[in-house]
């Protein structure tokens, strides 16, 4: 504990010394002397400063007016003259809240393909036997293997040919059933005991009554986390929908940001303010549900 | 009791199936076949033999892409190895307000990386913050071009790919720490052992296996990088084009009047080339923890 928390030389250093060794071995191991808590704060807060300070800087541009300087050489974070102006320009420039409701609406086909589709197919390779098991499950664990930019292309032609080039279901649909989602859901059904079920099939339950009674009251963890999962990476894609639409209309948040600061203005207030519109919905969505989120990271939900 | 009639299963297992059939197997087994062709965005497209394989050979700015790629995996390893170790080190003691750290250092990893590249524009302009505080502090006497020039961009997007993964893969050691053994800790500590030694003698064998898993992960992601460098570039690819990566290459060919689907295919293969070892590596990773 000596080297990290001694103070730099010249630092006035009369507290140390006796009483919190005195303290250390009374409650033993474990107990932070205060120097070294005060270091762990310090360091915490730089690296707060690190991770969040960019995004913070960003939300500072997008309130500042017209008038204030946003170049100067020693930063401003508090705007002088707080205006949501910005907010309002970036939808004159760009029809961002229907860029929003598209990212919207392919969110939510996401979330509910996934949540139906994994959980019904989880469900059976978890509970049931049936010839053919083996095999799927083989086949899904292969397709882990494919980064999803392998087959972009051809999955692009895919939904070309559905006739679904350029628009949000043919955003939505490749992965509104993702393999990764059904292992997860297969893991979580299977972590349910044997005997809780066998009883239901004693009493003559069928698999779908099994399904809705003892199996989705002990997943609604592992629910939570793939929805959320699908929702926030439905959100953040860019080369898939920049590869699927191409009229401006169609386009989802970030595909219309990047279209926005291309070709339309190089005002860093309005693209902050842009950039807001995009990373406040997910922020909210994060902060209220990132309890099930870690935990569910914890439970091992690592998308590679 | 087999009260379960036999298609019961398969109808759980209907949209599942045909996902993978239609957007996972059918996807890779046509890659392999448009990668024979000249097929085109707007459709059509005929045999052209390994025409496709023939120009990657010949094909400069593939050979940029590669390169950057490779300089990619290089400096992201080190830093994306041990800057979330010391981020999981610092959150690993239960403080008062420790949760709020936690999730504040995620949030890079939750924001689009379309918005990570925006903010980073803005920070590394001429004008931008990065260049003024480094002004401000002596570093530098006139502003660092960070966003022109073939490398300063291309470092410009691996510390942007740098800073957003540090949540991701802190959150991943933090879990294998809770298996590193407390009692050796206190063993080290008895012993004399400073937190420094500590971290290099019992946390880093501790998370030894970890360690491995987060290389694997660096690198394949290393690999697939696009968002940051199409959004830095403004979609040019730097200039002349030399700061690409390889998925950049591939979405380039799929659009417009240009663009060449066969011969975007065929660069889909290199890739599945060199991520498989990796990928497969990775699998193997994860089984084994599960």
Redesign the interface.
């Known amino acids: ?4 928390t001694t103070p730099p030389a010249g630092a006035p250093a009369k507290t140390p010394a006796s009483a919190p060794k005195r303290r250390r071995r009374g409650s033993g ?1 474990g107990t ?1 002397r205060r120097r070294e ?1 005060l270091l ?2 310090a ?2 807060l730089l ?2 400063v ?3 300070g ?2 913070v ?2 939300l500072s ?1 997008s309130l500042k007016g017209a008038g204030e300087n946003i ?5 401003q974070f508090i705007p002088s003259d707080p205006t949501f102006d910005n907010y309002l320009r970036v939808t004159e420039t760009i029809p961002v809240l229907s860029y929003a409701k598209n990212s919207l609406i392919v969110a939510a086909m996401a979330v509910a ?1 996934n949540a ?3 959980t ?2 989880g ?3 978890a509970k ?1 036997h ?1 010839r053919g ?1 083996t095999l ?1 499950l083989a ?3 292969g ?5 999803g ?10 939904v ?1 040919s559905l006739g679904l080039a350029d628009t949000l279901v043919g955003v939505a ?5 993702a ?1 990764l989602n ?1 292992l997860l859901m297969r ?1 979580a059904f299977m972590a349910i005991p044997d005997e809780m079920d066998e009883a239901a ?2 009493d ?5 009554q099994r ?1 809705i009674h003892v199996g989705l009251p002990n997943v609604r963890g592992m629910l939570s986390v793939i929805t959320i999962f699908a929702f ?1 990476g439905a ?5 898939w929908p ?2 699927v639409l ?1 009229d401006p209309q169609n386009y989802t ?2 595909v219309g ?2 279209y926005l ?2 070709a339309f203005t190089s005002n ?1 207030r309005v ?2 303010a ?2 807001m519109i ?2 406040i919905p ?2 909210i969505v ?2 209220t549900l ?1 309890r099930f989120f ?1 935990r569910g ?2 439970e ?1 939900a ?1 998308k ?1 | ?1 087999k ?2 009639r ?1 298609f ?3 109808l ?9 059939l ?7 087994i ?2 392999v ?2 990668a024979f062709t000249n ?1 085109k ?1 707007l ?1 059509g497209g005929s045999f052209t033999g390994v025409a496709n394989f023939e120009r990657m050979l010949n094909d400069d700015q593939l050979v940029y892409a590669l390169v950057n790629s490779i300089v990619y995996m290089l400096v992201c390893l080190p830093l994306l190895l041990f800057l979330p170790l010391l ?1 999981a080190v ?2 690993e ?1 239960k ?1 008062p307000g420790i949760t709020f ?8 990893v ?7 590249a ?6 590394l ?1 001429d ?1 931008g ?1 990065v260049n ?2 480094a ?2 502090l002596g570093f530098l006497t006139e502003p660092l071009p960070f966003l022109s020039g073939r490398w300063l961009l291309l470092f410009s997007a691996i510390s942007l790919t740098v ?1 957003k993964g ?2 991701y893969y802190m ?2 050691y933090l ?1 294998a720490l809770g298996n590193v053994s407390r009692q050796l ?2 063993a080290a ?1 008895v012993d004399g052992a ?4 500590r971290f290099w003698s019992v946390t880093v064998p501790g998370v030894r296996t970890t360690m491995l898993l987060v290389s694997v ?1 660096v690198t ?1 992601s290393a690999l ?1 990088v ?2 940051e460098l ?2 830095l570039t ?2 040019t690819g730097g200039p002349g084009g030399r700061t690409m990566s390889l ?1 950049m290459l ?2 380039m060919y ?2 417009g009047f240009t663009g060449h ?1 066969g011969y ?2 065929a660069l ?2 290199l ?2 080339v060199i ?2 070892g990796p ?2 590596l ?2 193997r990773l ?1 089984r084994k ?2």
Not at chain 1, 235 to 239: G, Q
Not at chain 2, 102 to 107: E, G, L, Q, V
Not at chain 2, 110 to 116: C, D, H, K, L, R
Not at chain 2, 118 to 123: A, D, E, G, V, Y
């Open positions: 504990m000596t080297q990290l191991f932070m808590k762990r704060y360091l915490l690296a707060l690190v991770t969040v960019p995004f800087w960003q541009t170049y100067t050489l020693t930063p393909g139906v589709g994994a019904l197919a469900f059976a390779l049931l049936f098991r799927f086949l899904v664990l397709t882990l293997v494919l980064p930019e392998v087959t972009i292309i051809s999955q692009y032609v895919t070309r649909l490749p992965t509104a059933v393999m059904v893991a099939v004693i003559g339950a069928s698999a779908w399904l926030i959100w953040d894609d860019f080369l920049l590869i191409t948040l970030t940001l990047q600061s291309g860093p693209i902050a842009g950039t995009a990373f997910i922020v994060f902060a990132q870690f990271v914890e091992g690592i590679g | 009791m009260t379960q036999w019961t299963p398969w759980l297992l209907g949209p599942a199936l045909v996902w993978l239609v957007f996972n197997l059918w996807p890779a046509n890659t076949v448009l097929a965005p459709g981020l610092l959150l003691k403080l750290f936690r999730t504040a250092f995620y949030t890079p939750i924001a689009s990386a379309v918005v990570v925006l903010i980073w524009t803005w920070l302009e004008r913050l003024g505080l002004q401000q800073w540090l949540g959150i991943i879990s800790h206190e500590a400073g937190p420094i030694r992960l394949v697939r696009f968002t199409f959004v403004n979609g998925v591939i979405q799929s659009r689907l975007a295919s889909s293969l890739l599945f991520t498989v990928m497969l990775l699998l994860n923890a599960a």
